[in-house]
C-alpha cells in the first residue's frame, strides 16, 4: 500500500522514511540535531480507563526510544462515542497518559478528538536525536548477538483477559511490561557496537525479526530456550490462548520464518505474538553484549536477554530449539 508514495529521495534531509519500516521517521535539522516523529493509537486493551491511558502513552514513545532518541512532547489523538462514554473514564484515560508521559519527563502539549463509534487513543510523539546516534531496524551485521530487553507474551495474556480469564497476577505482570518505558533506547544509541535496534511490538518476535533481516540482506537465528517468556504467559498458551493477529501473523511472514521440528502450537503462537509496548531488540557486535546487557540490568529491564545473532544468508529468520 505504501508502493505508491511519492520518491523520498527529493527530501535529503529525511533521514529515515518509510522504507525500511523503521519504528519513526527522522529528520535532520542541523550537524548536531534531528526531530525524531512517530504516532501509534489503539482501541482499548483493558478494561481500566487509566491503565489504557498508561499502556497507550508508552506504546506511542517507545517507537522514540527504538530509533535512539529523546522525547521532547506528545500529542493526544482519540476518538470516543459522543453522549455515551462518561466523560469521568475519558478523564482517566487522558490522566493515564499524561501520567505515563510525566515519567517520560515531557508534556502531553495538546491533541484532537472525534466522536468514534470505539474509544481510541493515543499519542503524536516528538523526539530529538543526533544524527551519527540515530538507530535503524537495517543495520545489523553477520556476527551481531540479539539481545531482548522485555518477556514476550502481552497478547496472550490480553487474550486471557478479553475472555474474563485472567487472573490478577497475570494482569498485573501484562500491564507492568506494557507500561515500562522503553527509555534504555536513548542510552543504549550512544553505546560502541550497537547497530540496530527496533522494537517488538504489533507484528510479533518473528515479523518484526524478519523486518531487521529484510532491511540488512542478513538472516537470524534465535535459539527458543533462551526466548524470555513474561510470567505465567506461557501457561495460559499451553491452555490455548491466543490472539487473531498472531494467526495473521503467520498468515504474513511462513514463508521467511523456519521453525524447529516438533514445535508445539503454543510456542509457535508465542513467535508471533502481537506485543504491546514490546521490548527493544538490539544487534550489537559480540564485544558490546556486557554493556548492553548491563545497561538493561541497571534500569530495571530484568527480562532482557540473549537470543540469538544475525548471520549471513538469506533474508530468513530461524528458530532453534
Known amino acids: 500500500m505504501l508502493s505508491g508514495l511519492p520518491p523520498q529521495a527529493r527530501y535529503p534531509n529525511l533521514l529515515v522514511g518509510v522504507e525500511t519500516g523503521d519504528d519513526s521517521a527522522v529528520y535532520k ?10 504516532t501509534d493509537f489503539f482501541m482499548p486493551i483493558v478494561d481500566d480507563p487509566y491503565d489504557f491511558g498508561r499502556i497507550a502513552a508508552a506504546n506511542a514513545v517507545s517507537d522514540i526510544y527504538a530509533t535512539g532518541g529523546t ?3 506528545a500529542l493526544a489523538i482519540a476518538g470516543f462515542p459522543a453522549n455515551i462514554m462518561p466523560p469521568e473514564m475519558v478523564t482517566e484515560i487522558f490522566a493515564g497518559g499524561a501520567d505515563l508521559c510525566g515519567e517520560a519527563n515531557i508534556p502531553v502539549a495538546g491533541g484532537h478528538t472525534i466522536d468514534s463509534p470505539e474509544p481510541i487513543y493515543g499519542l503524536a510523539v516528538v523526539g530529538l536525536v ?5 538507530m535503524r531496524n537495517c543495520d545489523g551485521r553477520a556476527g551481531d548477538v540479539l539481545i531482548l530487553g522485555k518477556g514476550l507474551g502481552v497478547g496472550i495474556l490480553g487474550a486471557a483477559l478479553n475472555k474474563d480469564e485472567l487472573d490478577p497476577h497475570g494482569y498485573e505482570v501484562m500491564v507492568e511490561s506494557c507500561v515500562k518505558l522503553n527509555s534504555v533506547g536513548a542510552d543504549l544509541a ?15 518476535l518473528g515479523g518484526h525479526m524478519y523486518e531487521m533481516c529484510k532491511g540488512a540482506g542478513l538472516g537470524a537465528r534465535l535459539s527458543w530456550d533462551k526466548l524470555p ?28 520464518v523456519t521453525v524447529f521440528d516438533g514445535i508445539e502450537q503454543w510456542q509457535k503462537n508465542l513467535l508471533m505474538d502481537p506485543q504491546t509496548s ?24 530484568s527480562y532482557a536477554s540473549v537470543v540469538g545473532e544475525m548471520c549471513e544468508g538469506e533474508a530468513r529468520v530461524t528458530v532453534e530449539g
Do not use: E
Open 29 to 38: 535539522i542541523n550537524d548536531t540535531q534531528a526531530v525524531v516523529a512517530s
Open 71 to 73: 522525547p521532547i512532547l
Open 130 to 134: 543526533h544524527p551519527d546516534h540515530i
Open 190 to 204: 550512544q553505546l560502541d557496537g550497537v547497530n540496530a535496534i527496533t522494537d517488538i511490538t504489533g507484528f510479533g
Open 229 to 256: 517468556i513474561l510470567d505465567s504467559a506461557a501457561d495460559y498458551a499451553q491452555k490455548g490462548y491466543n490472539t487473531g493477529a498472531a494467526n495473521r501473523n503467520w498468515d504474513s511472514f511462513t514463508d521467511h
Open 278 to 301: 514490546g521490548g527493544l531488540m538490539v544487534s550489537c557486535d559480540a564485544g558490546s553484549v556486557d554493556a548492553v546487557l548491563a545497561l538493561f540490568k541497571k534500569q530495571g529491564y
